[in-house]
């Protein structure tokens, strides 16, 4: 019986734990998430999507993408490790500086409303699978030119969601996505 109820709290603990994971202190920004200053200035530029979010929902979901929550743990600092596996020097600031713009252009959008953004949950999943599925560091660099020119387009209207799909970066890059 008290191993029982042992087991119970500490499925409560954890349960707790993963709940108050999604409860975020925007007061104090990470160090590894691009300057609050710059999500700012994108959410004021969104009059569409300040009609039905509140800048602190925004800012959180900013943050989500970044650090990870509940159902998606592994943000995008976590996820873009194994891009830069294996990068060394100039290559590596090439990749890193890719990494970085990409993310900041998906997040800006991604974190916005569902019924605003542009970039959805479907399009992250699989734009990490292809990074994660390039073997080749050369071929990396050109994996993220790639998603950075299909992120501006979708913001730009000249892509369009049903166009982002497995075949498309199979095809353009050569790789498989299937499991």
Not at 38 to 53: P, R
Not at 56 to 81: H, I, K, S
């Amino acid at each position: 019986m008290a191993q029982s109820i042992t087991i119970s709290r500490i499925a409560l603990a954890l349960l707790l734990c993963s709940l108050l994971q999604g409860c975020i202190n925007l007061n104090k920004w990470p160090a590894d998430i691009p300057e609050r200053a710059l999500f700012n200035a994108a959410y004021e530029q969104d009059i569409e999507n300040q009609q039905v979010q509140s800048r602190d929902e925004y800012l959180t979901w900013v943050l989500r993408f970044y650090a990870g929550w509940g159902p998606m743990a592994m943000g995008w600092n976590d996820m873009t490790l194994a891009v830069m596996d294996g990068l060394e020097g100039e290559l590596y600031q090439e990749a890193e500086s890719k990494r970085d713009f990409l993310g900041l252009l998906i997040s800006a959008e991604w974190a916005k409303d569902n019924n605003v953004r542009k970039i959805n949950t479907a399009m992250l999943s699989l734009w990490g699978a292809v990074m994660i599925s390039v073997p080749d560091a050369t071929q990396r660099i050109a994996a993220l030119d790639l998603l950075i020119a299909d992120a501006q387009d979708l913001l730009d209207g000249e892509l369009f969601a049903d166009q982002v799909n497995d075949q498309r970066y199979q095809d353009r890059l050569g790789i498989n996505l299937e499991p």
